[in-house]
Nanobody
Framework: EVQLVESGGGLVQPGGSLKLSCATS????????MAWARQAPVKEREFLAA????????YYENSVKGRFTISRDNAKNTVYLQMNSLKPEDTAVYSC???????????????WGQGTQVTVSS
């Protein structure tokens, strides 16, 4: 059974940092590109970043470029999202996903995790 489990969310002040983790199982992690997305209340899911199988290629949406960093550890079957300079508008549920097609900048998604809540507020 494919499983993706996010962790690391929480409440952080504006300007602060958080590092999200997505632990996976049930598939050959190193064979898949991976992505992070978020969904704020009453908004559509927003794709944020993607990483290639070996981690040598990365893509970021403009909304997070320069502030967020996607990475992966294939030995641990885990993908990460380091988030710096957080803003209140970053408040959302953050989820990871497998990429099953398309380009890094326009991927098709396969399996999703349940998400982890990130709240940026003073």
């Amino acid at each position: 059974e494919v499983q993706l489990v996010e962790s690391g969310g929480g409440l952080v002040q504006p300007g602060g940092s958080l590092k999200l983790s997505c632990a996976t199982s049930g598939f050959t992690f190193s064979n898949f590109r991976m992505a992070w997305a978020r969904q704020a209340p009453v908004k559509e899911r927003e794709f944020l970043a993607a990483i290639s199988q070996m981690g040598d290629f990365k893509y970021y949406e403009n909304s997070v470029k320069g502030r967020f960093t996607i990475s992966r550890d294939n030995a641990k079957n885990t993908v990460y999202l380091q988030m710096n300079s957080l803003k209140p508008e970053d408040t959302a549920v953050y989820s990871c996903a497998t990429i099953t097609g398309g380009k890094l900048y326009s991927p098709s998604f396969g399996s999703w995790g349940q998400g982890t809540q990130v709240t940026v507020s003073s």
